[in-house]
């Protein structure tokens, strides 16, 4: 189900934006953050309340389209003219919209991101640790979250999830590596890394007698190479070459749902290992 514009921000937004921007200027905001449909008619006010509550019906992310439109607004300090003249009479300074935006997103369990994003903060709140320190710990539900931001930006950022999801993988890697003294790879990338940790959990579909479970760790070796060959050729993390993949939010998600069961199924048997009681 998709997450709607909070009222409370079509209203601060309808109230900020009219004051301090022209028709023209409303109309290119719209337009540059994917708005459905034509300017609708009428006041500056109407105009965002409108075209804010067309796209909480008719587009299939509006918190995207949100992300966009006031992220010139959220990520610019107020400019030299308004710090000397003050704002329009009656206005929000631009630091005031940008306090007053963050608390309704949080009240709604929104969060503004850097790059023009809003995403749910549900899980994020309080979160301090590092990834390397969830891992170390074996908190579970904290790296499930993990799993979770990059689910977040499937839709918007299908590439950018897929990266996401190699590095977590690589990071556990690295640590069980680390953590258990194994020997390391001269190349530190998923599938070199992924060899000396499955060789340690005994995931050697060789040694397995259990013709099925045989096959399912065949098929985690296959997750650990095509999510590190879908990151490279298809993600974010080492630019663009000249072949651009057609990388789907379903692709993404296909991947970081394998990725995320691996590191689960890593995880638990690294425990197993430590303590057969576990």
């Known amino acids: 189900m998709k997450t709607q514009i909070p009222a409370p921000i079509i209203a601060l937004i309808a109230k900020h934006m009219s004051q301090v921007k022209t028709h023209a200027d409303l109309d290119s905001m719209f337009m540059y953050a994917d708005a459905p449909g034509d300017p609708p008619e009428g006041s500056k006010p109407v105009k965002c ?20 439109l006031i992220e010139e607004e959220m990520e610019t300090p107020d400019d030299h003219h308004s710090q000397l003249f003050g704002s329009p009479p009656g206005s929000l300074s631009r630091e005031t919209f940008q306090r007053k935006t963050k608390e309704v997103l949080e009240r709604y369990d929104l969060v503004y991101r ?12 309080g979160a301090t640790k590092s990834l390397s320190d ?33 590095n977590i993988l690589e990071s556990l890697f690295k640590i069980m590596i680390d953590e258990e003294k194994l020997d390391k790879p001269a190349k530190q990338d998923l599938k070199n890394l992924w060899k000396p940790v499955a060789e340690y959990l005994n995931f050697d579909p060789k040694r397995i007698e259990d013709n099925d479970l045989r096959k399912i760790l065949s098929g985690m070796h296959s997750i650990v190479d095509g999510v590190g060959a879908l990151r490279t050729h298809a993600s974010s993390a080492h630019g663009a070459g000249k072949q651009i993949y057609k990388l789907e939010p379903r692709h993404a998600r296909l991947a970081i749902h394998s990725a995320h069961t691996l590191a ?5 048997s690294w425990d197993k290992r430590k303590d057969p009681g576990f």
């Open 49 to 68: 309340q409108d075209w804010l509550r067309r796209t909480n019906v008719e587009s299939s992310t509006p918190l995207a389209v949100l992300g966009k």
């Open 134 to 166: 969830l891992i170390k710990g074996r908190e579970l539900i904290s790296i499930d979250m993990e799993f979770e931001r990059a689910i977040d930006n499937t839709n918007t950022e299908p590439r950018e999830a897929c990266s996401a999801a190699c």
């Open 114 to 125: 850097i790059g023009g994003k809003v995403q749910s903060a549900v899980g994020m709140k």
């Open 264 to 268: 689960m199924f890593v995880l638990e």
